[in-house]
């Protein structure tokens, strides 16, 4: 069972870059995906990664060769896998955007380590990091890719399917500067002192989450999470500006991050999309979040289901906000924000960013991707 079910799965990835009608993946979720359905997707692609994906069989032993490599046919064999109608919304573009973001937001400016150059995430300590989970998806869908063009690196190719999945949802065209090695090995971890933490949680340092209590306990009169101030910090000190990014920049990152995709119960806990289109460049998220009520809820929150909101319970123990409200069914499409995007909205010094970007889409998109190249750039000694 297990074995053919793995056999279907490599099959499929290996077909996808050939562009044969083969490669339906074996994803059966739609409708729901709280239930056993996903659990069944991920599961399946956490198999094939072990039999697709022996770590280091390319950087080990052929280094690859930037020079050597077409990349312009690298970018069209990715524009050939990037719509797939079997995976979430229909495309793998928000899943590569994410991989290039958790591979570069290790970054740290002071002691100049982390980043995109290695590709760590390959190793099972970095790829362990609880923020990462669900990434392995995003890899395995990739390796046939790798195996087309050996010569790319890893980390070159994490970033590059990023870009070639913004500009083929609408969102910034980036022009693309290769030349990122892969570390042949796990040492790199404590060789250059890195820790989990770097990247960011969506509820750190909020008053905690006591199942049973009443969630309006851990609110203010104006509907903050307590402690959201710390959470705050977090965002800005701990992670953003320790790679050395400025206000405007966070508001630009996560304004054009989190208009694509969702969010899973089975990765992060938390669940489903920003946006009502979620595979399409947009200024979406910055206009919903001034414009539109949230209501905070947990795992309990079972009204969701009975309002065809499902989708929007998170896992036992995560707080998250969305569009609904109990005892109103409305015929709006089903959408959250997590607290970290909520402090956008309640920092006066973010605010005004998120403003300027809910009035302005043309500029959301020139910020965000000045900011994304910035972003996968860190630490790669381009500039
Ligand atoms: C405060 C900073 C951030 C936090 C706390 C955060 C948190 C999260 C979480 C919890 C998920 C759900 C993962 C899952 O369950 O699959 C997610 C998804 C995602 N994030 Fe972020 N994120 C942040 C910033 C960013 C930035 C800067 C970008 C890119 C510029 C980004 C891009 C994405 C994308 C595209 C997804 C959807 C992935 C998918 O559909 O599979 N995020 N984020
Ligand atoms: C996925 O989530 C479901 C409930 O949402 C749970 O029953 C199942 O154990 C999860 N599977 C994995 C692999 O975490
Ligand atoms: C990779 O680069 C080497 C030379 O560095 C070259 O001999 C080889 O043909 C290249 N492989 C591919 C698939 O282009």
Request: proline content about 6%.
């Amino acid at each position: 069972m297990m074995t053919s079910r793995r056999g279907v799965v490599v099959l499929s990835l290996l077909c996808a870059f050939t562009g044969t009608a083969a490669w339906q993946l074996p994803v059966t979720h739609s409708s729901s995906r709280t239930g056993g359905a996903l659990s069944v997707s991920s599961a399946s692609y956490l198999d094939s990664l072990s039999t697709v994906t022996p770590h280091q069989t390319y950087s080990s032993v052929t280094p690859p060769q930037p020079s050597n490599v077409d990349y312009d046919k690298v970018r069209s064999d990715l524009k050939l896998l990037m719509d797939n109608p079997s995976w979430d919304d229909g495309s793998l573009a928000p899943i590569f955007i994410r991989l290039a973001w958790h591979s570069s937001g290790t970054y740290d400016a002071a002691t100049g380590t982390g980043g995109s150059n290695g590709a760590g995430m390959r190793f099972d300590t970095e790829a362990a990091d609880p923020e990462n989970a669900g990434l392995e998806v995003a890899r395995a869908f990739l390796e046939p890719i790798k195996r087309q063009h050996p010569n790319i690196s890893y980390s070159d190719l994490w970033i590059l399917a990023a870009y070639v999945g913004l500009e083929h949802t609408g969102g910034p065209v980036l022009p693309f500067s290769p030349g990122r090695t892969d570390h042949g090995d796990e040492t790199y971890w404590a060789r250059t002192g890195m820790t989990y933490g770097r990247l960011p949680a969506a509820e750190k340092y909020l008053c905690p989450y006591v199942p049973g209590d009443s969630l309006g306990n851990s609110q203010d009169a104006a509907g903050r999470i307590v402690g959201w101030e710390g959470l705050c910090t977090h965002v800005k000190n701990e992670v953003f500006y320790r790679m050395g990014f400025n206000d405007q920049e966070i508001v630009a990152l996560l304004c054009g991050g989190h208009v694509y995709g969702r969010c899973h119960p089975n990765f992060s806990g938390y669940a489903g999309p920003w946006v009502e289109h979620p595979t399409e460049f947009s200024n979406e998220y910055a206009t919903d979040m001034l414009e539109d009520e949230w209501t905070l809820v947990s795992h309990a929150d079972t009204w969701l289901d009975a309002q065809g909101a499902a989708e929007l319970r998170p896992a036992p123990g995560n707080r998250q906000f969305v569009n609904k409200k109990p005892g109103h069914v409305d015929d709006e499409p089903n959408q959250m924000m997590l607290a970290s995007d909520m402090i956008v909205a309640w920092d006066p010094s973010l605010r005004i960013y998120l403003e300027a970007y809910a009035a302005d889409e043309a500029r959301l998109k020139d910020d965000f991707g000045q900011a994304f190249k910035k972003l996968t750039e860190l630490g790669c000694g381009f500039s």
